[in-house]
């Protein structure tokens, strides 16, 4: 698991590589908190190089989104491979995290 | 307040011990060190079995009814945790071996360097010091493994081991726990009417905090299930009571079905649940369509959708939690939703639900093969009789 990020159009993207389960799920949101400032307004989750997320990585995200909601900064995941969007799917989580299909329209979507 | 450590001088000399006390005089004043002293091995024995608060021991070699290097070999046995420093005749190589042979922690020379001495007894102290404090984690290590074991027996035995017996179906559950305590369970209630209600789930993540989530959820469930007979209003109303105070984050999905054995209707609601699999009677395989609903503890005041089949004589449905379809064999690849349509497809109309369900387990186990296990593997299989 690896976690990069930039900033573009007014946003922080934060691209997320490999694996994230049971075993990395604590440290894969601590090194996505660590590079969210307090002043970011929006913060999107790249997932186009995730390969697998387990539920524990699920819980993860919600903790993350969770504390940007409370400062209502806007979140939003992007470039999900097919698999992880069918994960998403089924746990229901896609009616409760906003999902694009790129980078690009992300930004669009949430960018100033 | 922190005691002095405790050093015990073994030395026929007598004359050694006023000299000690003068030179470490400053460290006995700080309270850093106290001494005591023997003059020989079976003395220097005597006060380790009396005193039991040495932390270690500085002896010589040559001395009369017992020597430093027997007296090495004892003071294990009083108390594995003190540390030897033996003091020997410049250059003499052999006994410096064997006693540190004998477990001497170190050794210095005589004419005894005060100097010196002191360098090897801090060394010493701070040596033991840190074998005490990795003891101390290595005990506290092995009491939250016990209790964590005991976590997880308390877990399986939650999960039902007895299953109804009726001449009209049949329903057989199994869970195997990945290494940690944690995430998956099964129930079968008998409802009102005749009716049965299954239920399967997974918490999100793994741990004590995760597998307390899953027994408050099962027992949530449980209570809810028999007053309610509408799935998807079980799921709202679980729900609701899960997202109260939930910080944590922490989820479950859970599908639950409420069977009719009167009539074979199968009605069933998911909450971020895998959909289940139904095997009817000409072995034809298919996946129920999921009813869209959200896993449970995240969002409060949901309505659950369900969805209704009939079941025919003959025909079986297989629920299972992600631990089967995400197995992953020794090359990284997952056993699938596919994995499971192989097994089933062209079953006999007479498969039986233990078989349906030891079946999986089998199954994935064999494309498992060396492979470890991450997730809790849970299965249940309902199967219409007539």
Known sequence: MDVTSQRTGGALIVSVEGRVDGANARKFQKAVESVIDDDDGAVILDMENLSYISSAGLRSILLIAKGLQKRTAQFAVCSLQDAIGEVFRIVGFDKIVTIHSSQGDAVAAMGS | ?386
């Open chain 2, 1 to 386: 307040m922190v005691r002095p450590y405790k050093i015990l001088v073994v030395d026929d000399e007598p004359d050694l011990e006023p000299l000690m006390l003068q030179r470490m005089r400053r460290h006995i004043r700080a309270g850093r060190y106290s001494f005591v002293f023997a003059r020989n091995g079976l003395e220097a024995l005597d006060r380790l079995n009396e005193d039991g608060d040495i932390d270690m021991v500085l002896s010589d070699i040559n001395m009369p009814q017992m020597d430093g290097l027997t007296l090495l070999e004892q003071i294990p046995k009083v108390d594995p945790n003190i540390r030897s420093v033996i003091i020997s005749a410049y250059g003499d190589m052999k006994n410096i071996r064997t006693a540190m042979n004998r477990g001497a922690f170190d050794f210095v020379t005589k004419p005894v360097d005060f100097k010196d001495l002191q360098i090897t007894i801090e060394r010493t102290l701070a040596h033991m010091m840190e074998w005490r404090e990795a003891l101390s984690y290595r005990d506290k290590l092995v009491s939250i493994q016990n209790e964590l074991e005991v976590a997880s027996r308390i877990q399986q035995s939650i999960l039902p081991s007895e299953f109804p017996d009726d001449l009209r179906y049949q329903v057989y559950g199994n869970m195997e726990p990945a290494r940690d305590v944690g995430g998956d369970f099964f129930d079968i209630m008998l409802l009102d009417e005749g009716q049965i209600g299954l239920a399967i789930a997974d918490v999100s993540d793994k741990g004590v905090p995760a597998a307390l989530f899953m027994m408050s959820c099962r027992t949530l469930l449980k209570g809810v299930a028999i007053g309610l007979t509408e799935p998807g209003a079980v799921l709202g109303e679980v729900n609701d009571l899960l997202h109260e105070d939930n910080e944590t984050m922490l989820f479950v999905t859970v599908l639950y079905a409420v069977y009719n054995p009167s009539t074979g209707e199968f009605t069933y609601a998911s909450g971020g649940h895998d959909p289940p699999l139904l095997i009817r009677s000409d072995g034809s395989v298919s996946l129920l369509p999921l009813t869209d609903g959200i896993a449970l503890g995240v969002v409060p005041e949901l309505n659950y959708k369900q969805h209704k089949i009939t079941l025919s004589p003959g025909d079986t449905v297989v629920l299972y939690t992600d631990g089967v379809t995400e197995a992953q064999n020794t090359d990284g690849s997952a056993f699938e939703v596919d994995g499971l349509h192989q097994i089933f497809a062209g079953s006999s109309a007479y498969l039986k639900a233990r078989e349906g369900t030891d079946l999986v387990f089998e199954k994935v186990r064999e494309f498992m093969g060396e492979a470890s296990q991450f997730d809790d593997i849970t299965c249940l299989t309902l199967h219409r009789d007539t």
